[in-house]
């Protein structure tokens, strides 16, 4: 998801300060960077009147992004997130086991 598809978010979003500044900090950065892009672009995009008043985003960009590509954008990194608490109760589980079955 983030390989494939965080260069074309930011081409959708040709006003924005803030790609352009995303794509100076961390296109060194490898897969780490473009994951770091494209985080930053789904949460600007999730809270678009907040950036827009500190001038990150241009209110028309984030209005005629498209509405899939947003849903996408949310929906990967939501489920990312609850695999992340999934296996932290998973791993917390397990060490309870440890502990008490041992």
């Not at 006003?15 to 100076?24: L, T």
């Not at 600007?44 to 947003?70: M, N, T, Y």
């Not at 954008?73 to 999934?86: D, E, P, R, T």
Request: proline fraction near 4%; include cysteine.
């Amino acid at each position: 998801m983030i390989h494939a598809y965080t260069e074309k978010a930011e081409s959708l979003l040709p006003r924005s300060s803030f790609v352009n500044a995303n794509k100076a900090a961390y296109s060194q950065a490898g897969f780490i960077g473009n994951g770091m892009r494209n985080g930053f672009l789904t949460l600007v995009l999730a809270i678009p009147g907040p950036c827009a008043k500190r001038g990150i985003l241009d209110v028309r960009d984030a209005r005629s992004f498209p509405k899939r590509f947003k849903w996408m954008l949310f929906v990967s990194w939501g489920m990312g997130f609850l695999f992340f608490v999934a296996l932290m109760i998973f791993g917390g589980y397990i060490k309870y086991l440890e502990h008490f079955v041992a």
